[in-house]
């Protein structure tokens, strides 16, 4: 890897005492807005915020979210030249019924390039105070989205709700008329994802990367494409380089995490996940620490996120699984025995883990119990099967 996580941390994320301690203090305010806990910034993060402004939007975003309106204006006064500050100005000055206040902030962020969909403002209920205005009726008199946005918003609205077809449809006129554009391009990539032509969606994704290089969303989105077609140092390249762009944004910790995991970079997952896992309720966070773990040998520790994960949600045989191949290294054999069960009550066409339940088996002192798990593999086709039961169950025929 060319950089350590918490070198890239260091380097993006100027926290103003340490970096991995006020990471963890930011990951605990999320939480703490999600719970409707919060109150005001934490003092450790007002600098951050202050020289950060993609932070700051993302902690604005979060909080209207969760219908928190009032918390925004301290955010909004940080950046108020920023085009994506300036829409949660106008929320902020639609609910404090302040109509003029509220479009002359909208129409500042409409200028952008950034600017939301047309639908999407109209539909935000936060504006619902004055929208009987005149100014906000005035306002929408005038022309503010061309004819392609709007082909666009179709698109995007097509993709949303499944239909593919129609959505590639209304998006490839665009593609012709503006091959640069970025927006048109990530849309392409995840359409054909979705229509299963990884060829063209690799093939656009790279395009949206090198046409908005500062866009960390398109990159999260090429670290699983790649990852997903088995290009691996380029998924690995791709995660870093969203947490390098964004590393306020949690949901990045886990996907880079994958990527890492899959390059074989274990000790680079388990300092993606640490914080992360110690503060967000995700259990398959925890599996991917867990994977991680188990790569290094750090059997014990598998077993204790395991452990978590099975309390919170005993539906996903492979936490089983996981937990079962940690028992069975550290020679708990009968906790693995029982572990493999009920992964396969779960799911039981599951060829390796016959395999693996065999072994415990074995381990134990029970070859019959053993050998009738070996013939479940041979069963399901389990290329070694038959080397198992050669070599331990010849008399058992």
Partial sequence: MKKTLVYIILLVF??????????????????????????????QLTNDLQVNPGMAVYLTEKLHQNGMIEPLKPLINMHPDNASMKYYAALFYAQHNEPQKSMQMLAGHIKSSERKLRG???????????KTSSAWRNFWIQDHYRQRDMTYE????????????????ELNPLLSQYPSNHKYLYLAA?????????????????????????????????????????????????????LELAPW??????????????????????ETLENYCRTFSDTEA????????????????????????????KSQYKYFVMRADAFRETRSYENAIIDYAMALDIKPNLPQVYINYGRARFEAGDTEGACYMW???????????????YRYCTQQH
């Fill in 14 to 43: 100027p926290f103003c005492v340490v970096a991995q301690n006020s990471q963890e203090v930011w990951f605990n305010y999320l939480v703490d807005i999600d719970n409707h806990k919060a109150s005001g910034i934490p003092e």
């Fill in 154 to 169: 179709a698109a995007l609205n097509f993709y949303h709700d499944g239909d593919y077809n129609w959505a590639l449809e």
């Fill in 249 to 270: 944004v949690p949901d990045y910790y886990p996907l880079a995490a994958k990527s890492f995991i899959a390059g074989k970079q274990y000790t680079a997952a388990v």
């Fill in 190 to 242: 995840l359409l054909y994802d979705k229509m299963g032509n990884q060829r063209l969606a690799l093939n656009y994704i790279k395009k949206a990367t090198d046409a908005s290089p500062r866009t960390a969303s398109y990159f999260a989105s090429a670290a699983r494409l790649y990852r997903k077609n088995n290009n691996i140092r380029l998924s690995v390249a791709a995660a870093e380089k969203t």
């Fill in 120 to 130: 999407n403002i109209r539909s935000e209920k936060t504006f619902d105070p004055v």
């Fill in 286 to 313: 925890w599996y991917l620490m867990a994977k991680a773990k188990f790569h290094q040998k750090k059997y014990h520790d598998v077993i204790r996120w395991m452990n978590k994960a099975l309390v919170a949600d």
């Fill in 375 to 389: 013939r479940k593999a041979l069963h399901y086709k389990h290329p070694e099967a038959n080397d198992y039961l």
